[in-house]
Nanobody, 126 residues
Framework: EVQLVESGGGLVRAGGSLRLSCAAS????????IGWVRQAPGKEREGVSCISSSDGSTYYADSVKGRFTISRDNAKNTVYLQMNSLKPEDTAVYYCAALEHTIVATIPLPYEYDYWGQGTQVTVSS
């Protein structure tokens, strides 16, 4: 059974930091690019970041560039999203998602992902 389990969400003040984790199981982790997608209330899902498997190349949405860092530990089948300098507009449910490509050239559109986690809430207060 394929599973993507996010953790690390919570409530933080503006300017604070959180680190999200995504633990994967049930598929060959090394064959998948892993991304983070968020959805704020009343808005469509937005690709935030993605990391390839083959070369570790990373991609970020302009809205988070310079503040968020994605990384992966293939030995632990886990992907992380370090979020610094958080803003109230970062408030959303953050989903981990997997795409069956070892390398990507940009952030995939949400519908392109093959597997999804259940999401973790991130709330940033002003």
């Amino acid at each position: 059974e394929v599973q993507l389990v996010e953790s690390g969400g919570g409530l933080v003040r503006a300017g604070g930091s959180l680190r999200l984790s995504c633990a994967a199981s049930g598929f060959t982790f090394d064959d998948y690019a892993i991304g983070w997608v968020r959805q704020a209330p009343g808005k469509e899902r937005e690709g935030v970041s993605c990391i390839s498997s083959s070369d570790g190349s990373t991609y970020y949405a302009d809205s988070v560039k310079g503040r968020f860092t994605i990384s992966r530990d293939n030995a632990k089948n886990t992907v992380y999203l370090q979020m610094n300098s958080l803003k109230p507009e970062d408030t959303a449910v953050y989903y981990c998602a997997a795409l069956e490509h070892t390398i990507v050239a940009t952030i995939p559109l949400p519908y392109e992902y093959d597997y999804w986690g259940q999401g973790t809430q991130v709330t940033v207060s002003s």
